[in-house]
């Protein structure tokens, strides 16, 4: 994954982010989904018909969103130690599904109608609630690309790409409404294709994304050196090794050994180490860090391949 070094943002503030970016990815959707059903009642146009059905997924996976969104910032209980962090990626997943879902069933219906062909009928209808669509994502995606930066939320990250998808096909529509009329019915279906074919390769973006979170993959690079730097700027720390992260929902977990001097009392050790920790979570305050004190004698565990 490419993720940045994490979000700085207060807890609080990045829980009420998450929740309006629900909120009007939600909001959005429906209304797109009134003035499409429409468009494509009116204009007969296929093309159209595949984007109401991507708005149609939108709204569910959306739903999805906000439900688990909404899970995800549950705080920890007896049964779930660790959070509920896992839920976004789950989310993901059930997304991904639907959108794959939904370009199937559109490449069928585009393949039926370039077996069958039917003349558009007030196709500049179509144009015009297009235009409005592609306006209302923009400005949807501009407040969830805002929210993504201060949280690196995966579902809302795995939403954005919807919409963005969604521009894409809104874009495509309109050309095909366009050369319709100029005669080209034709490419209709055949546009309506190629934004499904688009639409798989998004579910397939977005399912790798999810299961690499599931899995618990390894923070990046960037975050893993950040975390040596922070550990390494403590006078009484003599080395650090095992350093281990992964990510669930919101909240980082990380991972590490220090290398003390061997004479430390325990006190004075644990001391230390609650210093670092502060010092980590001053620079990630959505980390659970987790510190292991060894004396410097003891030579550090072979790390592991790669």
Do not use: C
Not at 27 to 34: F, K
Not at 174 to 195: E, K, N, Q, R
Not at 234 to 240: K, N
Request: net charge negative.
């Amino acid at each position: 994954m490419s993720d940045p070094i994490p979000f700085t943002v207060d807890p609080a503030r990045s829980a009420r982010l998450l929740r309006l970016a629900t909120y009007a990815s939600v909001t959005t959707a429906t209304v797109l989904i009134a003035g499409k059903l429409a468009a494509a009642l009116l204009t007969g146009s296929v093309s159209v018909l595949a984007s109401l059905v991507d708005s149609m997924m939108d709204v569910a996976a959306s739903i999805i969103n906000l439900l688990a969104v909404h899970y995800s910032l549950q705080p920890p209980d007896r049964e779930h130690r660790f959070g509920h962090g896992k839920a976004e990626p789950l989310a993901g997943l059930v997304q991904a599904a639907f959108i794959a879902g939904s370009a199937v069933f559109l490449i069928l219906h585009a393949v039926d109608r370039l077996l069958h062909p039917q003349p558009l009928q007030d196709a500049l209808i179509g144009v015009g609630v297009l235009v409005f669509s592609i306006a209302a994502t923009v400005l949807l995606l501009a407040f969830q690309h805002y929210v993504i930066r201060r949280t690196q939320s995966t579902a809302i990250r795995a939403d954005a790409l919807h919409y963005a998808t969604d521009l894409l096909t809104n874009t495509a529509t309109i050309a095909a409404l366009g050369l319709a009329m100029l005669g080209w019915s034709s490419v209709d279906p055949i546009f309506a294709i190629g934004i499904a074919l688009y639409i798989l390769y998004s579910a397939g973006h977005i399912g790798h994304e999810s299961i690499q979170l599931l899995m618990d993959r390894e923070l990046p690079p960037a975050v893993h050196a950040r975390i040596r730097e922070i550990v390494r700027d403590h006078p009484r720390v003599l080395g650090i090794h095992d350093v281990r992260t992964r990510r669930s929902g919101q909240t980082y977990f990380i991972q590490l050994h220090l290398m003390l001097d061997d004479q430390m009392p325990l006190v004075e050790a644990h001391r230390v180490a609650d210093e670092v920790e502060a010092a980590i979570m001053a620079v990630f305050p959505n980390a659970d860090v987790l510190i292991h004190e060894d004396p410097a004698s003891e030579p550090p565990p072979r790390p592991l391949p790669g």
